[in-house]
């Protein structure tokens, strides 16, 4: 049998709200995708990730969902989306959706008749409710990921409902109660839908975190109860959320082998790996790796660990650099043109990696962080903890011209987008990398151009092993095969390349042969 196609699919993230406008109110929507899905089949990726576009409040940008099943009126229509996936296909793009099964808003029906409903009553034990020792102590110490007590009063004047909620994010979205086994059929459901609508997979949100340790006791420190790969053990990462995912599994492999799961599995390789065993999900994040510095060591010592986790559990490893979550890269890896130089490295060597790998939009264009004034942070983790994703999520400039928000709105409008655009933004424009050769826009497409180049001619095999090294204090070398390696300058002079190298492509172009200059990764052919 072929090898599955996700296995070493490239897929472009796209965060509805800031990528195409397409009716000028300032938010992203379907119909801005729609008109845009051209230049996302121009880039050679092989599918797109769509974060949440369905009906929610909004208090956590979609990832409060308040109905799975359809579409908010925010971003457009169930029809459009349907023409959204009938036209992505009909350009070889596959479409991936996020399911948000740890949480819904406050305002889902569930949630809301549950408040409605009495202590101890069936509608709460979809829900985490319990009372606490009185009526101003919550029921143990969880804090939020955003910040406070991941603990709400439902009816904080009432005398007789003592019982409070946990929402391991903001209050407005409650965390579901795994144990009742009608969690686990409403969320087959929600698969089933958008799987029988034809989308080709799902990604999983915080999907290590649905079981909470029974009995909800105490967490031994006071940190957030999921923080990344801190995750505590109490709280996440319990031995029953594998269950949910062989059932997911089961009914994934049920439409056709092509259909496939990601997960966001904030751990350690080591445990991450689990998730994506022969029966569970298809991959997972490779969050140990989203996270690195520019280091040498950081990322051998990471790649290691992927790789022996491969070997353990025969996950293939997912790569990506950036995130709607997380400062981009360019600034992450000391911004500034150095920074820029290492972010375009940084993707060319994660796309020559073995596996699958995502890129978050924008980062083709090498955008930096961007510093949102403070009255224009929305973020609920800046409001409850003070830390903001916001600057990860400022609307793409299409344009050089600023009109329409740099070409963010399609149609006219007196609406502002819904976060600013800092003044440089033209100078990043997709128009301004589309007309210069040696944009990254133009080395991304280049790179996947070769990469299938590769692939078809048996270079690049998908069951390649990742052999990490350092040499010479500050090459970065990751050989795959026999014949293959990724290799990138972090440090601050050139690098010799091992004998025998033949470049067949750079992040930017070698001034001696054989040499790799600083902050630069390059696709290597050994004979
Ligand atoms: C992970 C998502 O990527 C993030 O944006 C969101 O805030 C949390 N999960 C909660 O859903």
């Known amino acids: 049998m072929n090898d599955p196609w996700w296995q070493t699919a490239v897929i472009y993230q796209v965060y509805p709200r800031s990528f195409a406008d397409g009716d000028g109110d300032g938010v992203g929507d379907l119909s801005g995708l729609l008109a845009r899905l051209p230049y996302l089949a121009s880039l050679g990726v092989d599918g797109i990730w769509l974060t949440p576009f369905q009906p929610s409040p909004q208090v956590d940008q979609g990832y409060d969902v308040s109905d799975y099943c359809n579409v908010d009126p925010l971003f457009g229509t169930l029809q459009q989306f349907d023409q959204l996936l009938d036209l992505a296909h009909s350009l070889g793009l596959r479409i991936v959706l996020d399911v948000v099964p740890n949480h819904c808003s406050s305002e889902h029906p569930l949630f809301q008749q549950a408040i409605k409903s009495s202590p101890g009553s069936a509608e ?101 109860v999921i923080d990344g790969l801190r995750s505590n053990p109490l709280v996440s990462d319990q031995e029953e959320v594998h269950e949910v995912y062989r059932r997911w599994r089961t009914l994934t492999d049920s439409y056709t082998p092509e259909r496939f799961l990601v997960g966001e599995v904030n751990l350690e390789p080591h445990r991450a790996a689990r998730y994506t065993r022969s029966d569970e999900m298809h991959q997972a994040f490779a969050f140990a790796f989203v996270r690195l510095g520019w280091d040498t060591n950081e990322w051998v010592a990471v790649g290691r660990e992927l790789e022996a986790a491969r070997l353990e559990h025969g996950a293939s490893p997912t790569w990506a650099l950036e995130n709607h979550d997380i400062v981009r890269s360019a600034t992450r890896f000391g911004g500034g043109s150095r920074g820029a130089a290492r972010a375009r490295a940084g993707l060319l060597a994660i796309l020559g990696l073995p596996g699958g790998a995502y890129i978050y939009q924008g980062q083709e264009l090498g955008l930096p962080e961007v510093e949102v004034p403070l009255a224009a942070r929305v973020d609920p983790m800046w409001e409850r903890g003070g830390v903001s994703r916001d600057g990860a999520r400022v609307p793409l400039p299409w344009t050089v011209s600023p009109e329409r928000s740099h070409g963010f709105s399609l149609a006219d409008s007196t609406s502002s987008p819904w976060l600013p655009l800092p003044p440089s933004w033209g100078s990043s424009a997709v128009e301004v990398h589309q007309e210069n050769p040696d944009s990254t826009l133009r080395l991304i497409i280049s790179a996947l151009e070769l990469r299938r180049q590769l692939a078809f001619k048996g270079v690049l095999n998908p069951n390649d092993a990742g052999a990490w090294r350092v040499e010479n204090g500050n090459l970065l070398i990751c050989e795959r095969g026999s014949d293959f390696l990724v290799a990138v300058a972090m440090g601050d002079e050139p690098a010799r390349l091992p004998t025998g190298s033949a470049v067949i492509i750079a992040s930017s172009p070698q001034a001696v042969e054989g040499w790799l200059e600083p902050d630069n990764a390059a696709w290597v052919l050994q004979n």
């Open 124 to 224: 709460r034990a979809l829900f985490h409710f319990a009372a606490g020792p009185d009526a101003v102590t919550p029921p143990n110490n969880w804090q939020s990921v955003f910040g406070g007590s991941a603990w709400s009063r439902v009816n904080p004047g009432s005398d007789s409902d003592l019982d409070w909620y946990l929402h391991l994010f903001s209050s407005a979205q409650p965390d579901w109660n795994w144990r009742n086994p009608l969690v686990g059929d409403f969320f087959a459901d929600v698969l089933r839908f958008w799987f029988d609508r034809g989308v080709d997979g799902l990604r999983i949100d915080v999907a290590h975190a649905l079981f909470k340790a029974e009995g909800l006791p105490d967490a031994a420190t006071t940190g957030a």
